[in-house]
């Protein structure tokens, strides 16, 4: 069996140059990546991530209606009411903290 294989994609030069930035902190070069990869594709029996159209995550305010617009304000007062909320403080410190702020 061959120690190697070439492998030749095309790619957007932003994200090249983005991911291998952040490989080059990691300390893991593109080709280990690569291999590490389709490693994960192997191990998994198809790609090691989902592949989906994310949910919205934010709510365009300004296009709902005012009964769209209850219904998102209920599902808030409901997530206070059973205490799936954290004080603003405790988020901003979680922030700071996650990005060394």
Not at 20 to 29: A, D, M, Y
Not at 73 to 80: F, I, P, Q, R, V
């Amino acid at each position: 069996m061959a120690k190697s294989a070439n492998l030749y994609a095309r790619i957007e030069p932003e994200v090249k140059e983005e991911a291998e930035r952040i490989l080059t902190v990691l300390g893991i070069p593109a080709s280990n990546a690569i291999n590490m990869f389709y490693k994960q594709i192997i191990l998994q029996k198809g790609l090691p991530f989902d592949v989906k159209i994310p949910s919205p995550s934010r709510i365009d305010l300004s296009v709902l209606n005012e009964e769209q617009l209850h219904k998102e304000l209920e599902k808030g007062y409901a997530d206070k009411e059973v205490g799936r909320t954290k004080p603003a403080g405790k988020v901003f410190a979680d922030i700071r903290k996650d990005y060394n702020l």
